[in-house]
């Protein structure tokens, strides 16, 4: 059974702060690893996507992925009101070709 | 910027209709994806296609069939509209490229109601 893991939250955090959005998976061979933002009734926009180890940086957004402990986090520096949406991780299942897996996402509200 | 458009953001239906959500991608990509999200169950993948006339089932396709005739465009079909299929329906498309995995991009979904 193929399982993308989230804490469905609600998480808060004060304006400013580092808000931390976490994500495991089942499947150890799995290579490709996306991040989804979606505002309430809005279809799911993608943020980032990560295929090695370690970090990867993009303006705000810090996408972290730990292979070995089937791993993969969403950090946002300096949050905003304007972040506060639900995040959904994605993974690519090595068995599944072209289909993603998607969790069920952690809802993040940025208090200001 | 990629563009995928579903033709309708709102639409009812009654019980036993059949329905047509249409979906076009702009960007030529090979694969294509019908998703529905309801509260608390995330995002299941109903069928895909990665190419004309081709299409595979997802996890939930009762209920439903897809036609794809052309490249850019993916249609999902509900044969006899029942209320249990009321929720937001999303198409998706990506590039079918092995070696970089690319990502799923949507379009901006089809709120369906059925009464």
New interface residues.
Partial sequence: QKEVEQNSGPLSVPEGAIASLNCTYSDRGS??F?W?RQYSG?????IM?I?SNGDKEDGRFTAQLNKASQYVSLLIRDSQPSDSATY?C?V?FMDS????I????TRLLVRP | DVKVTQSSRYLVKRTGEKVFLECVQDMDHE?M?WYRQDP????R?IY?S?DVKMKEK?DIPEGYSVSREKKERFSLILESASTNQTSMY?CAS?R?DRG??Q???????TRLSIL
């Avoid at chain 2, 608390?40 to 995002?43: E, H, Q, R, S, Y």
């Avoid at chain 2, 990502?103 to 979904?109: I, L, R, T, V």
């Fill in positions: 290579q490709s996306f989804y809005k279809s799911p926009e993608l996507s295929y959904l994605a690519l070709s072209y289909k993603l998607f969790g069920s996402g | 694969n994806f608390g169950l995330g995002l993948l895909f990665y997802g999303l990506s079918a970089t995995h990502p799923q991009h949507f379009g901006d979904g």
